[in-house]
């Protein structure tokens, strides 16, 4: 039995919820979302609040259940508030800059790295802090790692990028005699 599953989602004011088939719209003050379900699921809607129920009671159901649930719950989160990351870039020489819907990356390569940002997406670059902010969880968190991992924080000198709370342990480095 899923804990999270069995929870009742409640709908704020302002939030409303859709069902049509498979898919789920949330829509709220900042935008609109759309999710598609498999049907293992059943999602009843009320005026104030969602709850969700298996259909079968197989392993792969139960799984769904509690993964589902939280899905709602960031729609519902996303489209009151928008999601936040920040990512910090060290290192001399290394810059960031945004050119209309592209970001424009120096970190220490032969080349700049160009990456493109999706719709749905609002991102900011002041000095070596970039500001990732969208409605949508799974893609403001799936963006921004995939920005990380062009350049990871090493743990010698600390050059790189992480987000904002992460701590790169410092490793000591070769020892002279």
Sequence with gaps: MSRIGKQEILIPKGVTIAKSGDTVTVSGPKGKLSKIFRDDITINL???????????????????????????????????????????????????EIKGKVFNFALG????????????????????????????????????AGIRSLKKGEPYKGKGMRYENEVIRRKQGKKTV
């Design 46 to 96: 009320t005026p104030d609040k969602v709850t969700l129920n298996i259909k079968r009671n197989d392993k792969f159901s139960k799984s769904l259940w509690g993964t589902y649930a939280a899905h709602i719950k960031n729609m519902i989160k996303g489209v009151e508030t928008p999601y936040q990351k920040k990512l910090i870039l060290e290192g001399v020489g290394f810059k960031s």
């Design 109 to 144: 390569f032969s080349h700049p790295v160009v990456v493109p940002i999706p719709e749905g997406i609002i991102a900011t670059a002041d000095k070596n802090v970039i500001t990732i902010t969208g409605i949508d969880k799974e893609l403001v968190g799936s963006f921004t």
